[in-house]
């Protein structure tokens, strides 16, 4: 699975959740990968940490922004207002 793939997905799926609201990486991960959907779990998380990078996303970790350099288990994924008015193609 290519990066890009992964990256407007993300983008997508989080954008139509809103501000408010978050994402599991795995809910990334089904819509692209059906039944081998665990496979692309590292990738999507990698990808996230990427778009956190950018600006576009928060990963979030019980309720809080979490450092994506420090992060270890279940994460969500939230647009940032950035993301959401971001005019850049995706």
Known sequence: MDQDTIRKTIL???RQRGLEKTICPSEVARALGGEDWRSLMPEIRSVGV????SGKIQI????????PTT?????????T???LNDSEQD
Do not use: C
């Open 71 to 79: 992060v270890k288990g279940a994460i969500r994924f939230r647009v």
């Open 60 to 67: 979030m970790q019980k309720g809080n922004v979490a450092d």
């Open 12 to 14: 997508v799926q989080v």
């Open 81 to 83: 207002e950035f993301g």
């Open 50 to 53: 990427e778009l956190v990078n």
